[in-house]
């Protein structure tokens, strides 16, 4: 078993930042690739991002690509997503997911979930 906790989240203004931390316990954290969901209200959760086991590659959704970055340290068992040039559009709870095997951008993959984190920015 993997449990994960999310941190980070709150209200932010449009154009602001953030940094979204998961924290990860139980097994082996270098043995996971990891991923960065999100869910809107009465929308369908969707890929943000994902980060290989060793953290050379790196995956992103189409609309966050060049704002946000999704970054490990296997020594602190925890991955980042520093969130940059925010949006209204991207508020949601977002969630961190782990899965053992190579990076995915699909859910269904993804064996672990955290509780998630809140994320809401303001026009």
């Known amino acids: 078993q993997v449990q994960l906790v999310e941190s980070g989240g709150g209200l932010v203004q449009a154009g602001g930042s953030l940094r979204l931390s998961c924290a990860a316990s139980g097994r082996t954290f270098s043995n996971y690739a990891m991923g960065w969901f999100r869910q809107a209200p009465g929308k369908e959760r969707a890929f943000v991002a994902a980060?290989?086991?060793?953290?050379?590659?790196?995956y992103y959704a189409d609309s966050v690509k060049g704002r946000f970055t999704i970054s490990r340290d296997n020594a602190k068992n925890t991955v980042y997503l520093q969130m940059n040039s925010l949006k209204p559009d991207d508020t949601a709870i977002y969630y961190c997911?782990?899965?053992?095997?190579?990076?995915?951008?699909?859910?269904?993959?993804?064996?672990?979930w955290g509780q998630g984190t809140q994320v809401t920015v303001s026009s």
């Open positions: 980060i290989s086991r060793s953290g050379r590659n790196t």
């Open positions: 997911a782990a899965r053992t095997g190579g990076s995915s951008y699909i859910g269904r993959d993804y064996e672990y």
